[in-house]
């Protein structure tokens, strides 16, 4: 028991590469492998740098007005006002957002100023502040969870998105997926992804026959559920099965009875061969694009007049094709973006591709840099010290601790890239620095065989190490914390290295030398 007590932090260090080797191997950690990595002996999962794909850094389209006073209107009045004053654009262009300190006004459109969105709150009554380009962080946040929703609903497995600023100040969303060329990740991310139903019926004006729009009867809010893509089994498109909620249901059930689409026997639509004879449709229109249009089946328009559909409100969006279906169906999942990606490079967004090829390169390039670097270390403590029992306990400590960061990136997810690599070769150097300073301590005054003066040198030792991952944390700190793109994940793993170090690896080490040198063990 003893025993035990004396050397727990070795015990300490053991369970820790334990618990690193389950993280490694287990296949119950880490969830279903991303793209690429379906046959891989371990978890690690790795980012675009070794894994090869598309990234893509892009700003927000968007100006913003500071301090607007909205006084008693609601939020989507102000929208539609100020979208009044705009050419070109519509209240889904505006967001108002009341805030606690300062309420805002965001147009999201191309091509217009700040002097041009001040023009517009002046000219709709509201007084205001800073007029500035941009959007709020709120918009810039609601962008990222959209993003991954669409990355995920398109079963692109390993992508990620994230909100990254520079030193400057200036914000950009950073989309990372493995295995994409850029075009498919571009046509996924690019578009704003609304998606609404509109009612396109005859009437008569003038003794004329005349077509007429009733815009947005159903949006992406009213659906609460969406079915996958689907086939028909008797050929001809595709459709995505959806689920109305109950609160828009009535007015969608009148709609279609006021226009005449729930119509005795139900309306055949021809609105893709010639839109000006047609009976009347439902027009499925994606980023403002009628993708198709549909009429009402006899027993669909037969509910809809009995009253009847509202009670269980259901039916099938049609596409003309599988492809269509899918987008809509991950559209709908996801919702609308706030705002689009300004994908132009005019402002600073980039595009780059590494190709797997490439990216295999960089994991075996990786690999031979960890080997040359553990080797050169290895080299180094045998030539300073000349004693196996004082260097191979040095450097197996040392390579353990970059083995339990392995199980920890495992264990979370974190997809390695070359800035993590760096972070583990940072850390091979810090954590044997930390061990020579140990050894040369405890050895300073020639060989010591007393258990009580080994522990006076370890101590004098550790607060030379604990003060020198004190400054490490410290001045690493920033770069974990903010969004910084590839720095982030380098400090992270620094940080959490020295951490691993100071309470794990550096004690162990300390314990296994007073083991060997010590004769009062």
Excluded at 176 to 184: A, C, G, K, L
Excluded at 315 to 321: G, K, M, S
Aim: glycine share 10%; charged share 20%.
């Amino acid at each position: 028991m003893s025993t035990l007590r004396d050397n727990w932090r070795v015990i300490l260090l053991v369970v820790a590469v334990v618990a690193s080797t389950f993280a490694l191997f287990s296949p119950t950690v880490g969830g279903q492998p991303a793209v690429g990595e379906e046959n891989s002996l371990t978890n690690v999962k790795y980012g675009l740098q070794l894994n090869g794909g598309t990234r893509i850094r892009a700003p927000l389209v968007g100006i913003t007005a500071e301090d607007v006073e909205f006084e008693n209107e609601t939020d989507r009045v102000v929208e539609q006002q100020v979208a009044a004053e705009l050419s070109g654009a519509d209240a889904a262009d505006v967001i108002a957002r009341r805030g606690a300190e300062s309420s805002t006004v965001e147009v999201t459109i191309e091509n217009v100023t700040t002097d041009r969105l001040a023009a517009a709150l002046d000219a709709a009554g509201y007084a205001h502040g800073e007029v500035r380009d941009g959007v709020t962080e709120t918009t810039r946040q609601e962008t990222v969870r959209v993003l991954q929703s669409k990355i995920n609903e398109a079963g692109l497995s390993g992508g990620s998105v994230q909100q990254v600023t520079t030193a400057t100040g200036e914000h950009f969303i950073l989309i990372e997926v493995p295995n994409r060329d850029p075009s498919s990740v571009r046509e996924l991310v690019g578009e704003r992804g609304t998606v609404q139903i509109d009612i396109y019926y005859p009437t008569t004006q003038n003794g004329s026959r005349v077509y007429e729009t009733r815009e947005a009867v159903l949006t992406q809010a009213d659906f609460t559920s969406i079915g996958t893509a689907q086939e028909p089994q008797t050929g001809g498109g595709s459709f995505v099965p959806v689920s109305v909620k109950d609160d828009p249901a009535p007015d969608f059930q009148q709609a279609v009875k006021e226009t005449g689409l729930a119509q005795p026997g139900g309306t055949r639509c021809t609105y893709n061969d010639d839109p000006n004879t047609t009976e009347g449709c439902l027009l499925l229109v994606v980023n403002g694009e009628v993708v198709n249009a549909f009429g009402m089946s006899p027993s669909l328009a037969d509910s809809m007049r009995n009253e009847e559909w509202a009670e269980a409100p259901s039916f099938q969006l049609q596409t003309r094709n599988t492809t269509e279906a899918q987008q809509v169906a991950i559209n709908l999942r996801a919702g609308a973006l706030p705002a689009k990606l300004d994908l132009s490079g005019d402002d600073g967004g980039t595009t780059s591709f590494i190709s797997p090829t490439q990216g295999e390169s960089f994991k075996s390039d990786s690999l031979l840099t960890g080997i040359v670097a553990v080797l050169a270390v290895a080299g180094v403590v045998f030539v300073r010290y000349g004693k196996p029992e004082v260097a191979l306990p040095m450097i197996v400590t040392g390579l353990s601790e970059v083995y339990v960061l392995l199980g920890f990136a495992a264990a979370i997810g974190y997809p390695l890239d070359l800035s993590v690599i760096a972070g583990f070769i940072a850390v091979i150097g810090t954590g044997v620095d930390d061990l020579i300073i140990i050894a040369d301590e405890v050895m300073a005054e020639g060989s010591v065989t007393s258990r009580k003066v080994f522990q006076s040198r370890f101590r004098r030792a550790f607060w030379v190490i604990g003060a020198a991952a004190a400054t490490t944390i410290i001045a690493m700190s920033p770069l974990a914390v903010l969004s910084l793109g590839d720095l982030q994940g380098f400090a992270i793993f620094t940080i959490l290295g020295v951490i691993v170090g100071v309470l794990v690896t550096r004690p162990a080490y300390g314990d296994i030398l007073r083991l060997l040198l010590t004769e009062d063990r």
